[in-house]
């Protein structure tokens, strides 16, 4: 029950509802979110901005709903931004640290192969049946560093192990 609960929540928040921002207003509050998470870990680990800069892609996630951006208990909204090409993924994330309130978590892609993986398994999902049947995918198998960014401030690396991900086709239709 949980599960049917979950895809139809995943389901609403992927469609287009009067109640959500449209697909470009969310795209910037997305972007702002991403902009924000780094500026604090700017304050927090310099060093790290550089090696997220460095790094031929990164992720930012968040669970927080806002009034662009609203989310089911549980899951994340972010962006992978591709260093090396200049272009942006916007995702859903179901994963332990979704689980954990107000949470924003960065991967930090090692290699250009490993970014691909990612994203071909993060395929956009058309219909909420399809998100049920959507596997869960194996962090350990990708070259990544995870980091979390908890409600208090604190900056810390953590194990990560699996999720489930899917591109959101509406925020990654450009109007």
Not at 17 to 29: F, L, N, T, V, Y
Not at 151 to 172: I, T
């Amino acid at each position: 029950m949980k599960q049917i609960l979950l895809i139809l929540s995943l389901f609403l928040v992927w469609t287009c509802s009067s109640d959500i921002a449209p697909p470009g207003h969310q795209r910037a509050e997305i972007l702002q979110i991403r902009d924000n998470t780094l500026v604090e870990i700017l304050a927090l680990d310099p060093e790290l901005v550089g090696d997220i800069n460095a790094a031929p892609a990164f992720a930012i996630f968040s669970n927080q709903s806002n009034d662009k951006v609203k989310l089911a208990n549980g899951i994340g909204i972010g962006v992978i931004h591709n260093n090396l090409t200049g272009h942006n993924h916007f995702l859903l994330a179901e994963t332990t640290l979704t689980q954990q309130p107000n949470t924003r978590f960065i991967f930090v892609f090692d290699n250009k192969p490993q970014i691909e993986k990612f994203i071909s398994y993060a395929q956009v999902i058309h219909d909420e049946s399809e998100m049920a049947e959507h596997p869960t995918f194996s962090l350990s198998d990708i070259a990544l560093t995870v980091y979390q960014l908890n409600q208090g401030g604190e900056l810390l690396s953590v194990n990560l192990k699996e999720g489930r991900f899917w591109q959101s086709e509406r925020l990654n239709q450009t109007e």
